[in-house]
């Protein structure tokens, strides 16, 4: 069974597929092979008045490539892997930085890689 991974603040780009990199700063422990479920939200979803949000599936990946690396060192091609071609280097970082509390352009990130999976039951032809 695939873990789930949140995506709501890349939701656009990953329903896209324009989105093939992520980084994190957890997930030490995956490894290429593995299969994550993206999903608008996974945890927070039950609401003060005790109303659970549902759980919105989005896509199954592949992980392709995992792999630890100071978040400052992103280039301008990894910034449109994330999906961000709009941004420079230095945007992304600020935007990272911002929505990831406790870090820095000095922290050290978790870079995964996937490949977007067909739907259940979608069969690819291969050449």
């Known amino acids: 069974m695939p873990r789930l991974m949140a995506v709501s603040l890349t939701e656009t780009q990953v329903q896209a597929r324009t989105k093939t990199v992520t980084r994190r700063m957890g997930w030490r422990g995956l490894r290429a092979g593995d299969r994550l479920t993206l999903c608008r939200k996974v945890m927070g979803r039950r609401r ?45 970082v600020d935007f990272f930085c911002a929505s990831h509390r406790g870090c820095t352009p000095d922290s050290t990130v978790t870079r995964i890689q996937w490949r977007y999976l067909p739907p259940a039951g979608v069969q690819v032809a291969l050449l």
Do not use: K, N, W
């Open 48 to 92: 003060a008045d005790g109303h659970v949000e549902p759980l919105v599936r989005i896509v199954d990946v592949e992980v392709l490539a995992v792999g630890r690396e100071r978040l400052g060192a992103i280039t301008a091609d990894e910034v449109v892997a994330e999906g961000f071609p709009e941004m420079s280097p230095e945007q992304f």
